[in-house]
């Protein structure tokens, strides 16, 4: 958090979130149900407040969260490599250990990881069945190859254009303009590509820190 405005922003979410979970805990202590889904914040460091809900079966997830930073990235990641170190050596470990976090997955019956260093650490917590997935993929019926719309005559197939051979490769970027996010090597991805002359439109979509360099 860099400015008081984001830790205020922060602090009112916790509070929000933690109301909403008095409240959803309340409901269920009165209702059973057959499944319970309980779609987290988005980090297993939270735990589930849920064990105590009764139902056929308790879906918790899609979580991340533990994951470890690859050594070779670090130096991309600028200002956050340093934390990024104590990160994957210290916090991300003790998670494993985390008594009070282990309880809360007891009555967990399905887990949701979006990578396996989170799927290895919540099967180390205790949960019996733990699933790896993509929580943000794209349908694959909406993913058109070349090949298909050459056959159709087309530049597009069900209303939906379709890059040709001769097009700029478009890519997107998407997330928080901050070092640990990787935006260096984007940049640097960018600049190879641009180097090689090979042609592309990188769409950058987010706000952060690292605006003016980017810009």
Do not use: C
């Amino acid at each position: 958090i860099s400015s008081p405005d984001g830790l205020s922003a922060m602090m009112s979410f916790h509070r929000s979130n933690q109301a909403w979970i008095d409240e959803a805990s309340a409901y269920l202590s009165d209702h059973t149900f057959d499944v319970v889904h309980h779609v987290s914040g988005g980090s297993v460091q939270g735990g589930s407040p849920l064990r105590d809900v009764k139902a056929g079966a308790v879906v918790f997830g899609p979580v991340g969260g533990g994951q470890r930073a690859p050594w070779r990235s670090i130096p991309y990641l600028g200002g956050s490599g340093g934390s990024e170190i104590v990160r994957s050596l210290l916090w991300a470990p003790a998670l494993g250990r985390r008594g009070k976090l282990s309880r809360s997955f007891e009555n967990i019956d399905l887990a949701l990881a979006t990578n396996s260093d989170t799927a290895t650490l919540m099967t180390k917590l205790g949960v019996r069945d733990v699933t790896v997935m993509l929580a943000d993929g794209i349908d694959s019926d909406d993913v058109v190859g070349i090949d298909e719309a050459s056959r159709a005559g087309v530049g597009g197939v069900g209303g939906r254009r379709v890059r040709r051979p001769s097009d700029p490769l478009r890519l997107t970027w998407i997330g928080r303009l901050a070092p640990r996010k990787g935006v260096r090597t984007m940049l640097q991805t960018a600049s190879e590509l641009h180097r090689r002359r090979f042609p592309f439109v990188l769409d950058i979509i987010g706000d952060g820190d690292m605006m003016p360099e980017v810009r």
